[in-house]
Every structure is written in C-alpha cells, then in structure tokens.
C-alpha cells in the first residue's frame, strides 16, 4: 500500500522497550519475525485508552505496521495490536523477568541484521512466562543461556576444548577454549564448578522454555553456572541494565 511518498508495511513482532517521546508519544523497539530489531515512533495520543498502552508493554506479541519513506531511519507506528501478552497481573517475579528479558533482547538484536532464533527464543519465554510465572527465574537463566549460545559465546559442554575428554568434570570456563575439564586443567578445588554442572548445562541444552529447571537454592551446579553465565552476558552487554538492578533489589 503507498501513501504520499511512503511505505506501509505489517509485521509479526514482540515488543522490547518504549521509551517516552515528544508529547505523549514512545519510541518503541521491536523484535521481527525474522530476528532483527525495528524502532518506530508512536504518536501520543489524547486519550490513551488500556488497548493502546498494552499493545506496548514488553514482551507483548503484536501485529505492528511502520509507516515511513524506504531509508527514513526512524518510521512511524501506525497501528499495533495486542495477540499474546505474557503478563500475570498481580506477578511481581514475572513483570521483573519480564522487564529484563526485554532489556536483553534489545541490546542483542541489531537493527538490519535477522537472526530468527532471537524471536524463537523470546516467543518461547514468553509462553512459558504465561504459563507458569512461579517459574520466572528459571526461564530468565534458560534466555541467557540461549542467548550466550546465539551469540557465539557458549561452547558446547559435552567435551572438554582443551583435550577433548567427555567424562571428566568441568571445572571452568576458559575465553580461549571454553569448558575445560579436571583431567587436563589443575584448578584449586575451591574454585572448580561444582559437581553436576555439566548435567546442568545438558538440560538447559535439552529443554524447551517451558521445562526451564526451576531455581533450586540447594543446587550448587545449577546455582553457579547460572551466576557464571549471566556474568559473562551481562559482561559481553556492557553492563547497566536497569532491569536487573531492579530486580534483585524486589527478590
Ligand atoms: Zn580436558
């Protein structure tokens, strides 16, 4: 469809962040399809009705339309509507989860560049989200794994990178090799991954989102691994998300 000397074009899409704009109006990140990262500006509107700001809470899956000339840098949002929202009102655990999910995605997805198992990931999350919000952490600690792995940054766990032993436990997670294991890498036990943390890493790699491992206090492997690697994301994103900071401040 053409409008003066403009493009409207549809998009299957999960909202990131708005941001607060000139009079009322956002500019909202999204999430495509197709994996890449799209920004439009929503207008304000008088009146925002509960339709309107829902369709950009984080997370929501919408049908968005950007109307704009082919290399204006920022379109305009001309409509956007609400298919799936991952919210449980009244879920405190699951808003903050929510929040940062969002803040990770909209660091790591690049404007121009599809990477459609971005979209996967979060859409399975998401509904996972929905479907069981006591499991927020768990699903938190699944996305930034899968988010290491996309980015290239998580060796597989099921040999060792340095000797290519597959029985001998991992005891930690070089940036040159990745896993290394007790049998070539002396470590001072103290400092060695626990026990079990290869299992762990085969189940985040086994299960789907909604079988996410649920946060176990008294799982050392699970408990470790999963500081490890939200470091190194966390790290690899520069660091600052609000988000976070947020959400350990509530647990
Ligand atoms: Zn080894």
Redo the contacts with the bound molecule.
């Keep these: 469809m053409r409008q003066t000397g403009g493009v409207i074009r549809n998009y299957t899409a999960i909202v990131l962040k708005a941001v607060p704009y000139a009079e009322g109006g956002a500019v909202v990140s999204f999430l495509s399809e197709q994996g890449e990262r799209m920004c439009g500006v929503a207008k304000g509107v008088k009146k925002p009705t509960a339709k309107w700001v829902a369709a950009f809470e984080p997370l929501g899956m919408v049908r968005v339309s950007f109307f704009g000339k082919e290399h204006v840098e920022l379109k305009r949002v001309t409509r956007c509507e609400l298919a799936f929202s991952p919210l449980t009102l009244g879920h405190l655990e699951s808003s903050l989860v929510m929040a940062c999910l969002a803040d990770l995605f909209d660091r790591v997805a690049r404007e121009g560049v599809e990477d459609d198992r971005l979209y996967r990931l979060l859409s399975a999350c998401g509904r996972a989200l929905k479907a069981d919000p006591d499991n927020a952490l768990g699903i938190l600690a699944y996305a930034e794994h899968w988010l290491l792995h996309c980015m290239g940054l998580l060796p597989h766990p099921r040999v060792?990178g340095?000797?290519?032993?597959d029985q001998?436990p991992l005891v930690l997670l070089s940036p040159e090799v990745g896993w290394?294991?007790a049998?070539?890498?002396p470590v001072d036990p103290r400092e060695a991954l626990p026990p079990g943390s290869r299992d762990f890493l085969r189940q985040l790699r086994t299960q789907g989102a909604e079988t996410a491992p649920r946060v176990d206090p008294d799982d050392e492997a699970q408990r470790v691994i999963t500081a490890l690697l939200r470091a190194r994301l966390l790290q690899e994103l520069g660091g600052g998300l609000r988000s976070y900071e947020v959400l350990w401040k509530s647990l």
């Design positions: 060792c340095r000797c290519g032993n001998a290394c294991c049998a070539c890498t």
